[in-house]
């Protein structure tokens, strides 16, 4: 599976996001890209900083954008994983990643399903949580286990896509620091992001790519000063081997070949699912055990 992988700043508009992304899209499939994945909500800036009911504008082209990005795939003959503002409805808004096949028609779709409420990302005012559910999208590259930035800290969201059969796990992301933390926190919420993640690749036995944003994006409400994407941007096989990891600064568009086939390899070595009790896990689902 030979995956383009597309890590960017914000560059001051949606029609400037759009051109540069267009032109990556095309490079990585002139280098052989068969599947390209785009960081979350990447059509424009991370508007979730604040609360600003203006936002939900932003939201209103989502058929038109839906409709662009179908366009753009078919052109190019890719499979592209995307990632929407959804208006569904008046006052229902979703978090979503639009997959297409390589002739532009819908291969799936996924709601966003955890939805975080922090200093800076403030998703709950904007989103409504998903309610499809952890299914993996059948496309002609595979079965893709699409799921979004902070769904990548739940384990049971990765194994969840597992056991319904995807080939490999995608995040995209947009997660940074505030410039205030000191270097010491910076490092531990970075190695911790990336940890977790390379932990579902291998308590799964399958790949996982994570694509962040980079650049400082401001609070124009001047609550914080601003976020400062991280990038980082990596892929990891069946045994969270890197097979690509992005700087922290630069824009990147990026070509990697996964060997979809090891999973099966590290699976007979390492059979973590042949091995799970499944007749001791009937509390998973509780909020707590007391």
Request: aromatic content about 12%; proline content about 3%; glycine content about 6%.
């Amino acid at each position: 599976m030979k995956i383009g992988v597309v890590q960017q700043k914000y560059h001051g508009s949606k029609i400037l996001m759009l051109e540069a992304t267009v032109t990556a899209i095309k490079a990585l499939k002139a280098e052989g890209a068969e599947l390209v994945v785009l960081q979350e909500l990447h059509q424009d800036r991370y508007f979730c900083v604040n609360e600003n009911v203006e936002n939900f504008m932003l939201a209103e082209s989502y058929e038109e954008d839906v409709a662009f990005w179908a366009k753009v795939a078919k052109e190019s003959s890719v499979v592209l994983v995307v990632s929407l503002f959804e208006k569904r409805a008046v006052g229902l808004y979703h978090n979503s990643a639009i997959v297409f096949e390589k002739d532009g028609s819908i291969a799936g779709k996924y709601r966003k399903m955890h939805i975080p409420d922090d200093p800076g990302f403030y998703e709950k005012f904007y989103f409504t949580p998903g309610d499809l559910g952890f299914e993996p999208i059948e496309t002609s590259v595979g079965k893709l286990g699409v799921l979004i930035c902070w769904d990548q800290w739940f384990p049971e969201a990765a194994r969840l896509m597992t056991l319904k059969g995807a080939d490999i796990l995608i995040y995209p992301t947009a997660i940074g620091w505030f410039d205030e933390d000191c270097e010491a926190e910076k490092a531990r919420q970075l190695d911790a992001w990336m940890t977790v993640q390379r932990g579902h690749a291998i308590a799964n036995g399958v790949p996982v790519v994570a694509i962040n944003r980079i650049g400082k994006e401001l609070d124009d409400a001047k609550v914080i000063d601003g976020i400062r994407f991280w990038g980082n941007s990596f892929v990891v096989d069946a045994q969270g081997a890197y097979l690509y990891r992005g700087s922290k600064d630069k824009e990147e568009a990026v070509l990697v070949d996964i060997d979809t086939s090891k999973s099966e390899e590290i699976r007979r070595i390492w059979p973590f699912l042949r091995d799970r009790r499944i007749d001791a896990y009937e509390k998973i689902t509780y909020r707590f055990i007391d």
